[in-house]
Every structure is written in C-alpha cells, then in structure tokens.
C-alpha cells in the first residue's frame, strides 16, 4: 500500500532553517503530483507547496521566496526547504500525493515545526 514518511521537523528559532524530507512507497512517484501542507490549532490544513508531475511548482503566497520544494523521482522523495522561518510557520507538516487529475488521497503521518521568537 501507498506509504508517506515525513522526516526534519523540530524546534528552530525564528529566522532559523529547517529541511523537511518525505519518503513516498507504494506509488509509481514520478506519476504523481506531491504536496506539502500544514496545520496549526484552530486552523485548517493549507497547501504550502506542490511539486507536480511535471515538475513546475507551486507555492503559498506566504512561503514564496522563503521555502522551496524539490524532488528526486530516483529515491521517491520530495523535500521541503524552509529558510527564513517565522513564528507563524509554527504548525503539524504533511506531505500528501495525488494523480494530475484527482485530490490528494494519500497523507502522511505529519512531522512537527515549531518556531520560536
């Protein structure tokens, strides 16, 4: 069955830098489009970043320029860069995957970042 692994998250100051990794099985991974998102109390989940299939990306208009996403279709993988971090990136990260076409249907454990001012 499909398996996401999050891995990277942890405590960091603010300004501080964090990488995030997610280790995808059970998927042919370069058919899918991967996800980041993440969740903070009382909130809902937001998208973060996305790598399609395709390789282009997407970003949240409040990660733009601070966080980037990568993968490696070799070891079915994908990363998440966070440089720059604020107080309010403090949350519970998922990565998820989905086909082009469909919703993200597969979700990781989650992995949490805190950032401390």
């Known amino acids: 069955q499909v398996q996401l692994v999050e891995s990277g998250g942890g405590l960091v100051l603010a300004g501080g830098s964090l990488r995030l990794s997610c280790a995808a099985s059970?998927?042919?991974?370069?058919?899918?489009?991967m996800g980041w998102f993440r969740q903070s109390p009382g909130k809902d989940r937001e998208l973060v970043a996305m790598s399609r299939s395709a390789r282009n990306t997407i970003y949240a208009d409040s990660v733009k320029g601070r966080f980037t996403i990568s993968r490696d279709n070799a070891l079915n993988a994908i990363y998440l860069q966070m440089n720059g971090l604020k107080p309010e990136d403090t949350a519970v990260y998922y990565c998820?995957?989905?086909?082009?076409?469909?919703?993200?249907?597969?979700w990781g454990q989650g992995t949490q970042v805190t950032v401390s001012s």
């Open positions: 059970g998927l042919t991974f370069s058919s899918y489009d």
């Open positions: 998820a995957a989905k086909r082009t076409w469909g919703s993200y249907n597969y």
